[in-house]
């Protein structure tokens, strides 16, 4: 019986770090009899919508923000070229595995096409769905949402919640409540604490080539510095340096960045301090924005998600207005780092020097 494998996401749980390391093991992956198909590349998200929601207004206004409008023009190539993929793996009795977080947002009458269309060719459809609790899916989207340029009262009055009725109740439905399998995204829950062991290991089948692989973190945390420093510079126009303490704001311009956001943005980012924590407000937003998604996934799941949440989220938090203050540790932070970025200057004597050892 052959099976095609619909990962689904969501957003948010390695994703990108599952999806760039399965398309550098394709050739291993076809050894096991798993095909990831490389007509749609790393991440099938777009591609797959582009074929299957190619008249969606919404997704034209996504791709168009994202740089990506030319996947519409070519929906009918990538539709032939994924017929070609499926109709080799199916002649070669292998089962299919198709990864895209932004299949989770399919609307039901996308996810019924996109049914029909793998049925062609395979027996049966299995959806693998990774579940984020709560607060962490809010912690790590609100890091991902200031680095594109929101502040942190643009998250209190929109919390980035994790919406998990619209995710998965459509692809229950369609495929089936039975042909839905959860996996909680948490500490301690990954599979060898890799996402690519435990998303593989919800398809229940040996897979001995891909046994040994694992796949690396792709998206690294910020600091609370950086954040902090980030979202200042995300709330006004003008001078971005008039919203920052004065300390920091001379920093910035001996560090010979420039004085354009971005220049700044790019000389702050990688501030080290210490980790990133939900300001109280945007949490408690969150929480109230979650009351009827929470009985939804706890009833799917069958325990409560709050259950695997991380708790330093709760104790100790700190509010908005601590986010646009900055401790003398922080300071020194930003003056460190400054410092490491700033290119070294070298004396006639040191290129001189250099041009001898290359040449010798």
């Given at each position: 019986?052959s099976t095609a494998y619909l990962h689904i996401?969501?957003?948010?749980t390695?994703?990108?770090?599952l999806q760039?390391?399965?398309?550098?093991?394709?050739?291993l992956?076809?050894?096991?009899g798993?095909v990831y198909?490389?007509v749609?590349g790393d991440?099938?998200s777009?591609?797959?919508?582009a074929?299957f929601?190619p008249?969606?207004?919404?997704?034209?206004?996504?791709l168009?923000?994202?740089g990506?409008?030319?996947?519409?023009?070519?929906a009918d190539m990538l539709?032939?070229?994924?017929e070609?993929t499926?109709?080799a793996?199916?002649?070669?009795g292998h089962d299919l595995?198709?990864?895209?977080?932004?299949?989770g947002h399919f609307?039901?009458?996308?996810?019924?096409?996109?049914?029909?269309?793998?049925?062609r060719?395979v027996?049966r459809?299995?959806?693998?769905?990774?579940?984020r609790p709560?607060?962490?899916f809010?912690?790590?989207a609100?890091?991902?949402?200031?680095?594109y340029?929101?502040?942190f009262?643009?998250?209190?009055a929109?919390?980035?919640v994790?919406?998990?009725?619209?995710?998965f109740e459509?692809?229950r439905?369609?495929?089936?409540?039975?042909?839905?399998?959860?996996a909680?995204y948490?500490r301690?829950?990954?599979?060898d604490?890799c996402?690519?062991r435990t998303?593989l290991?919800?398809?229940?089948?040996p897979?001995?080539?891909l046994?040994?692989?694992?796949?690396?973190?792709e998206?690294?945390a910020v600091s609370?510095?950086?954040i902090?420093l980030?979202s200042?510079?995300n709330?006004?126009?003008g001078d971005?340096?008039?919203v920052?303490?004065?300390?920091?704001?001379?920093l910035l311009t001996?560090g010979g960045?420039?004085?354009?956001?971005e220049?700044l943005?790019r000389a702050?980012?990688g501030?080290?301090?210490?980790p990133?924590?939900?300001?109280v407000e945007v949490a408690?937003?969150?929480?109230?924005?979650?009351?009827e998604d929470?009985?939804y996934?706890?009833a799917?799941l069958g325990?409560?998600?709050d259950?695997?949440?991380?708790?330093?989220?709760?104790?100790?938090a700190?509010?908005l207005?601590?986010?646009?203050?900055?401790?003398?540790?922080?300071?020194?932070a930003?003056?460190d780092?400054?410092?490491?970025?700033?290119p070294?200057?070298?004396?006639?004597r040191?290129?001189?020097?250099a041009?001898?050892?290359?040449?010798?």
């Open positions: 019986m996401g969501m957003n948010k390695g994703t990108t770090a760039s390391h399965m398309a550098r093991v394709r050739d992956a076809r050894a096991d798993l198909p490389e749609l991440n099938h777009m591609p797959l919508a074929i929601r008249d969606d207004p919404t997704l034209a206004r996504l168009d923000r994202r990506g409008s030319e996947l519409l023009g070519r539709r032939t070229g994924l070609a499926c109709a793996a199916a002649a070669a595995f198709l990864s895209g977080e932004g299949v609307p039901q009458d996308a996810c019924r096409d996109l049914r029909a269309f793998l049925l060719y027996d459809i299995v959806v693998l769905a990774m579940v709560p607060r962490s809010a912690r790590s609100a890091q991902q949402r200031v680095r340029k929101l502040t009262d643009d998250l209190a929109r919390p980035p994790p919406t998990y009725a619209a995710r459509q692809h439905r369609v495929f089936g409540a039975d042909a839905v399998r959860f909680v948490h301690g829950g990954l599979v604490g996402i690519l998303v290991g919800m398809i229940e089948r897979l001995p080539s046994a040994g692989e694992r796949a690396p973190r998206n690294s609370m510095t950086a902090k980030l200042a510079l709330g006004r126009d971005p340096l008039a920052l303490p004065p300390s920091i704001a001379s001996e960045g420039g004085r354009s956001v220049a943005r702050v980012v501030v080290p301090g210490p990133f924590r939900l300001p408690a937003a969150v929480d109230a924005a979650l009351a929470r009985a996934v706890d799917v325990v409560p998600i259950s695997f949440d991380d708790r330093r989220d709760i104790a100790g700190p509010r207005a601590d986010m646009a203050r900055f401790s003398p540790d922080e300071v020194d930003v003056r780092h400054l410092a490491r970025r700033r070294r200057r070298r004396t006639t040191g290129m001189l020097s041009i001898w050892r290359k040449r010798g």
